[in-house]
Structures are given as C-alpha cells and as structure tokens.
C-alpha cells in the first residue's frame, strides 16, 4: 500500500478522491469500533453504523469537531466541501452532503499524508459526538 500511497500527489489530488478514500478509510474505522463494542450480527453492525457513516452523520460530527481542526485541516475540510458534485441522493440533504463530502475529504488527506495518530483522533472524536 505504500508504494501508491506515495504516488498521490497530495497538492493536485482531486478533493473528491481524498473524499473517496477517506469514506472507505471512516467505514473501516467504525465497523472495526462496533466490532469491538458489539458481537452483533454483520446486519445489525452495519445498521449501527449508518449513523456514523452516513452523510448526516458526518455532517453533525463536522460540526462538532470543527474548531478542533488546525488550520491545513480546515483547508481541505473546505476544499472538500466546496468541490462540485454533480448528483446528491434524494435522501440527503445538500449541505449535510457536502459538508460530508468536506469529511471524508479530511480523514483520506490524514491517511494519505500517513497521520495516523491524528487520523485516530478525529476518528475517536467522531465516535464520541454520538455518545
């Protein structure tokens, strides 16, 4: 995984690739936190993450942890937030969906860049607004 890790040029990466990796690098994060938490069937985990994984949930954690973010982080939070997306589910609202967007954009620039004891703190702040 290094070696394409290294290849993504962090400066000309497209806000919605690190959104991309980032959703995937979030999911793993809290499926393997119910995981721990839970001995539940895959379904039943999987409905327990929704509200962490889904766009509203991520819109309300964003919000929360916002002022916790330093100044780069903010940056990409907003670069991912303000990129143009073409189609948002019926279900979602547009703000939460971009502000999810900005999310997501975050926690795959923390991988990307290989902060993963940031990366693990925004994750366990996530995890803590729905305590």
Request: aromatic share 10%.
């Amino acid at each position: 995984m290094e070696e394409y890790i290294d290849k993504i040029d962090i400066q000309t990466v497209p806000a919605q690739t690190l959104a991309f990796i980032g959703d995937a690098v979030y999911n793993v994060y809290i499926r393997t936190y119910l995981a721990s938490i839970s001995t539940a069937k895959s379904g039943v985990l999987h409905n327990m993450s929704i509200k962490y994984v889904s766009a509203k949930g991520q819109a309300y954690i964003i919000d929360n942890i916002i002022d916790e973010l330093n100044e780069n982080e903010s940056a990409i939070y907003k670069r991912g937030r303000n990129t143009n997306i073409p189609s948002v589910s019926k279900n979602v609202d547009v703000i939460d969906y971009k502000k999810a967007t900005g999310f997501e954009s975050l926690i795959g620039y923390l991988y990307v860049t290989k902060q993963k004891d940031r990366l693990d703190y925004i994750v366990k702040k996530s995890i803590e607004c729905f305590k």
